[in-house]
């Protein structure tokens, strides 16, 4: 199962998420707040991490596992960007939640979000059925 | 013992979840994302005659099994070595919760607005279904989620993504401020 190591680095990321209580509602409203550094720290020190490793995969040239050249993530910009990114704000600061902790909320326990889940995957259905008559 | 219930510091988990972003690339060229996962399931379960949803999702199936590790990681680090301490969060986060009527921070979320009782108030219903179908929704609109602007796209210094983070910070922040208060208070 050549799946199974995305898996694997899924458990690790969502160690992280939990454990460092980026999943956490309380969390979300104190950076709403902007009354602690703890969010921001993670979001400060993630990011770095991410750009230096980015930079030196395309310095040294790596290639992946199975030989072939990384790509560049590229991220296009359109006007989705910015009446998604509100409206996906909205939702964030109501379920103290995005796509990723929805995940490791469920896996800690807390079943009760499957709804929260389910709703989003409508939203996205909902999107899907919308996509041509809304602004791009 | 103690050390695998305690939170992790900022510093160690933001590492740990910036180092995500090379692993994907190396092991298969896989750029960090999880928004994209609720599209996959739409375009699995339930595509019906939507062009968005008619492309073949088995291709990319690995970040269904990444979706899954998450869940999985969720559920040993806040359920098998769950902290048993409340969110260390501070006293003037603590006053704004009193200030809610929340006087119980006890574990991830608060299990007085996030249970399967309060689905059918008004006050769950917004919480829940609603704030559900905003991440689902605005997400996808925007192109990603925290992660797939907010980490891989920053750190592949992609500007559309420094707006769209901004934008999720922006809607988070009005919600929060003008909004939460109000809902709290049904």
């Known amino acids: 199962m050549k799946n199974i190591k995305y898996l694997l680095v899924g ?41 230096l490793s980015i930079l030196l995969i395309q310095r040294l040239r790596l290639r992946t596992t199975s030989g072939e050249l990384i790509e560049k993530p590229v991220k296009k910009y359109h006007h989705g960007v910015v009446f998604g990114g509100l409206i996906f704000g ?22 009760v979000v499957i709804v929260v889940f389910l709703s989003a995957a409508l939203g996205t259905w909902t999107f899907g059925y919308l996509k041509d008559h809304l602004p791009d | ?60 199936s690995w970040n269904l099994f990444f979706a899954a590790g998450i869940l999985l990681g969720g559920f040993l680090g806040g359920y098998v070595f769950a902290n048993p301490e409340p969110v260390a969060v501070t006293a003037e986060t603590k006053n704004l919760f009193l200030s809610w009527g929340l006087d119980d921070v006890e574990g991830l979320l608060p299990q007085e607005l996030f249970n399967w009782e309060n689905l ?47 934008c999720f910070f922006i809607g988070g922040i009005i919600v929060s401020h003008f909004v939460l208060p109000y809902i709290l208070a049904l």
């Open chain 1, 11 to 51: 458990v690790v990321f969502g160690l992280a998420l939990t454990k460092g209580e980026a999943i956490s509602w309380y969390r979300m409203q104190e950076m709403f707040y902007f009354q602690n550094f703890h969010m921001y720290g993670i979001f400060m020190t993630a990011v770095p991490v991410g750009a």
């Open chain 2, 120 to 166: 059918i108030t008004a006050k769950g219903f917004l919480l829940m279904v609603v704030g559900g179908f905003l991440v689902g929704f605005g997400t996808r609109y925007a192109g990603g989620c925290t992660s797939g602007h907010g980490i891989l796209g920053l750190s592949a210094l992609q500007w559309p993504s420094l707006v769209a983070t901004a």
């Open chain 1, 90 to 111: 909205f939702g964030w600061a109501l379920t103290g939640a995005c796509p990723g902790p929805l995940y490791a909320q469920i896996g800690s326990g807390y079943l």
């Open chain 2, 1 to 60: 013992m103690e050390f695998f219930y305690a939170p992790w510091p900022w510093y160690v988990a933001g590492v740990v979840i910036g180092l995500t972003v090379p692993t994907l690339l190396l092991l298969g060229n896989k750029k960090l994302g999880i928004s994209s996962t609720l599209r996959q399931i739409c375009a699995a379960c339930y595509p019906a005659k939507i062009p968005f949803f008619h492309y073949d999702w088995k291709k990319d």
